[in-house]
């Protein structure tokens, strides 16, 4: 079988990388220097050429700062060019597995949200990666999409790195409490997704959640960083959302509910803290 990865150099492509370096089916790493997937003709010559199985949709715009003052190219990444990728596969009869985000939630819930609670967006980022997510369905490909929260890992910028080298070099910072979610590890996604691939279960399409298990603070997940990497001179102090204003709005509340995802691959996942410490190992 032949997997085409967009967006192969960002955090998931480069996890996606080590996850499938032993499978004996043909990885194909693109971005956008070789596959710029806001392009239809780039598209089309590449499926022409290659005999494409399965897409993984690893590209994405995903600044959710900048896209306040830039939604215009965040919706080419995230809906424009996933609308053609996802005819493309319908073209080509192969399977599009998409990574979606917990900011199409609106964040008011008090209880883990489950793929069937509507989405109402609160950011432009948010907006659209939901517009994608609608472009698939309406393209009736074969998909498979997988939203996913609060991404982070060894490769490229991130949280995780961000509140390791703070906490390594200053003596207090502060972190936002006021907001819960779930962090995922982009080696976790990756070898999920992978694991998809490899059981032959890519054809049980559909939406689903995936993030680590648990849940925590923006907070929570700064100290427990710290702690996991040795950095015991730093003070993190607790900040409110107010305290620590941003562009864009993020939700308050984003937890996502797995148990969709777990009934149905049979894929076990670990708790926050435990793929922490495998990412950590990394570093
Ligand atoms: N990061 C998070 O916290 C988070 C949370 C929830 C969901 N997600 C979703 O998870 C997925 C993976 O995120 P990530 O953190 O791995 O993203 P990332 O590190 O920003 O990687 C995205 C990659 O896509 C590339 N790209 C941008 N425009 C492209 C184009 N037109 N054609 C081809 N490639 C293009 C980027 O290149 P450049 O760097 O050159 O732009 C980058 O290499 C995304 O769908 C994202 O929306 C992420």
Not at 15 to 38: K, M, N, P, Q, W
Not at 162 to 173: D, H, K, Q, V
């Amino acid at each position: 079988m032949t997997i085409l990865v967009t967006g192969g150099n960002g955090q998931l492509g480069s996890a996606l990388r080590l996850a499938s370096s032993g499978s004996s089916h043909c990885y194909l790493f693109t971005d956008v220097a070789e596959l710029d997937i806001t392009s239809a003709e780039t598209i089309e010559a590449f499926f022409s050429k290659e005999s494409v199985d399965i897409v993984v949709n690893c590209a994405a715009y995903t600044a959710v700062d900048d896209a306040e003052s830039d939604e215009a190219k965040a919706d080419l990444i995230n809906h424009k060019a996933v609308a053609l990728l996802a005819e493309a596969c319908k073209r080509h009869n192969a399977t599009l597995i998409h990574i979606s985000t917990d900011y199409i939630f609106s964040g008011e819930a008090d209880a883990p949200y489950t793929e069937e609670c509507n989405p109402a967006p609160l950011n432009a980022y948010g907006r659209t990666k939901l517009e994608g997510e609608r472009a698939i369905a309406e393209s009736e490909c074969n998909a498979i999409i997988l939203r996913t929260s609060w991404l982070y890992s060894e490769f490229g910028r991130n949280f995780c790195k961000t509140m390791r080298e703070l906490t390594a070099t200053r003596t207090e910072i502060k972190v936002v409490a006021d907001q819960f979610g779930t962090p995922t590890y982009a080696g976790d996604l990756a070898e999920a997704i992978v694991e998809i691939i490899e059981s032959g279960q890519y054809s049980k399409f559909g939406i689903y959640n995936y993030s680590n298990e648990g849940e925590c603070s923006w907070y929570d997940f700064a100290c427990e960083i710290a702690r996991q990497s040795g950095n015991i001179g730093c003070k993190i102090c607790p900040c409110t959302t107010a305290d620590y204003p941003t562009k864009a709005v993020r939700p308050r509340y984003s937890v996502l509910d797995k148990s969709k995802f777990v009934s149905t691959f049979g894929i076990e996942i670990s708790q926050w803290q435990e793929a922490l410490a495998e990412c950590i190992k990394k570093f």
